[in-house]
C-alpha cells in the first residue's frame, strides 16, 4: 500500500477499516479466482503466490482496476493505492512463508511501481505477453536495492499513462532501441468506408512492424487512445517509454488517394523521415496491403539508419551500437566498398 505510514498517522482507525474492505472486497477475490494465494500479510502489504506467471498479472490487473473504482470518490490525500511487482523464481516454502531471490526481486519491483501501478520482470513479460488484458512497457534495465544484477522491467500502460516509477532517485526511463508507436492515421475525409480503411493501415502496420526484429512497438490498443486528440510528441515519447512516433494522414480526392507519413524523434520532436503516396482508388484492401509492405520494408531500413546515427555519437557503443552501424552500412548497397565498411564494425 503507497503511504501507508502517513495515513495511519493521519487518520488510523478510517484508514485500517478502508484498507480491510479493499482487501476483502478487491484483493482477495481476484487473488483466489486466479488460483493464488496470500502467503502473508506484512500490515500495509502481502506476499502472494500463484502456479502460473499469466494468473499472477491477471489478478494484479483485476484488483488494482476494482480498487480504482471503489476508490474514485476518495480524497486525494486519503486515496488508498497498492503497488504491485510481479516476479517468477523458484522459492524455499515454509508453513507461513516463502523465501528466495525470486520473491526478493518482485517485492523490490513493487518499490518501483507507481500507486496503482504493476512492474513486472522480463521474464514474466515474456509469459504474459499478448495473454493479458493490459500492455506493458520496456523500463529498461534497472538496479535494485540488493540486486546483484541489473533487472529488465515492464510497467503496465493504462489509458495511455506508463505506470512506473518516476519519482525518487531513479534516472528517466532510457526508451529501448527501436522502440516506436503507431499513432491512429487522421482520416482527412468524410467517408465511412475510408474510416476503416484508415484504421486497418494504422493496424497492420503496427502487426508489421513488430516482426522487426529487436523492435519493441506499442499495442495498437494503448496506440488508439490517442485517436483524435491533439498529442505533444516529446511528452507521448516520456509517456509510452519510446523513441519514435510514426504518424500520418490519409485524403481521398475522386479517385485517387493521398498518403503523408513521418517519422519522428520522439525525444527531440525532430522529423526523421517523411514521405507520400498518391495512388489511384482500387481494391481498399489490396490497396491497404500493398502500402503498409510498403512502409514497413521502408521504415525497417530507416529506423535501423535512426538508430546507426545515434551510435555514431556514443562515447562507449555497445554490441547492438555496432551492430545498427554495420547493418546500415550493408542497406546502403552490396558493393565491395559497403560490404568492407560494414564488415569493420
Known amino acids: 500500500m503507497a503511504g501507508y505510514s502517513r495515513l495511519m498517522h493521519t487518520d488510523e482507525e478510517p484508514t485500517h477499516a478502508k ?13 483466489a479466482e486466479h488460483g493464488g494465494r496470500i502467503v502473508k500479510n506484512t500490515g500495509d502489504g502481502f506476499l502472494a503466490e500463484f502456479l502460473s506467471a499469466v494468473q499472477a498479472v491477471r489478478a494484479a490487473v483485476q484488483f488494482q482496476a476494482r480498487i480504482r473504482e471503489l476508490t474514485i470518490g476518495d ?6 493505492a497498492f503497488r504491485v511487482g510481479v516476479n517468477i523464481g523458484d522459492v524455499i516454502v515454509e508453513p507461513h512463508d516463502i523465501f528466495g531471490d525470486g520473491v526478493n526481486q518482485a517485492a523490490r519491483l513493487e518499490s518501483i511501481a507507481e500507486p496503482g501501478g504493476i512492474c513486472i520482470s522480463a521474464s514474466v513479460y515474456e509469459h504474459v505477453r499478448g495473454k493479458v488484458d493490459a500492455e506493458f512497457v520496456n523500463m529498461g ?17 493504462r489509458d495511455g499513462i ?18 516506436i508507436v503507431v499513432l491512429p492515421f487522421a482520416d482527412l475525409s468524410s467517408d465511412p468506408e475510408q474510416a476503416y480503411f484508415v ?11 513488430s516482426q522487426i526484429e529487436g523492435a519493441f512497438v506499442i499495442g495498437r490498443h494503448t496506440a ?56 489511384p482508388v482500387g481494391d481498399l484492401f489490396d490497396m491497404q496491403d500493398e502500402i503498409v509492405a ?15 546515427r545515434r551510435a555514431e555519437n556514443t562515447l562507449h557503443p555497445d554490441a547492438m551500437d555496432l551492430f545498427f552501424q554495420g547493418r546500415h552500412s550493408f542497406n546502403k548497397g552490396v558493393t565491395s566498398k559497403s560490404l568492407t565498411q560494414a564488415r569493420l564494425f
Open 19 to 31: 484498507l480491510a474492505a479493499l482487501l476483502a472486497d478487491a484483493v482477495n477475490p481476484a487473488i
Open 75 to 80: 480524497v486525494d490525500g486519503r486515496r488508498i
Open 141 to 157: 534495465e534497472q538496479s535494485l536495492k540488493n540486486i546483484a544484477h541489473p533487472v529488465r522491467a515492464y510497467a503496465m500502460v
Open 162 to 179: 506508463n505506470l512506473g516509477s518516476q519519482t525518487g532517485r531513479r534516472a528517466p526511463f532510457s526508451p529501448p532501441r527501436l522502440s
Open 199 to 209: 484504421d486497418g493501415i494504422t493496424e497492420s502496420l503496427t502487426t508489421d512492424l
Open 224 to 279: 488508439f487512445t490517442y485517436k483524435g486528440k491533439p498529442v505533444d510528441l516529446k511528452q507521448l515519447g516520456c509517456e509510452l517509454n519510446v523513441r519514435y512516433v510514426l504518424e500520418g494522414t490519409v485524403q481521398r480526392s475522386g479517385d485517387r488517394l493521398r498518403i503523408n507519413v513521418q517519422l519522428v524523434d520522439a525525444g527531440t520532436g525532430g522529423h526523421l523521415w517523411a514521405d507520400r503516396f498518391d495512388k
Open 294 to 308: 510498403r512502409l514497413a520494408n521502408t521504415l525497417n531500413a530507416k529506423l535501423i539508419e535512426a538508430e546507426a
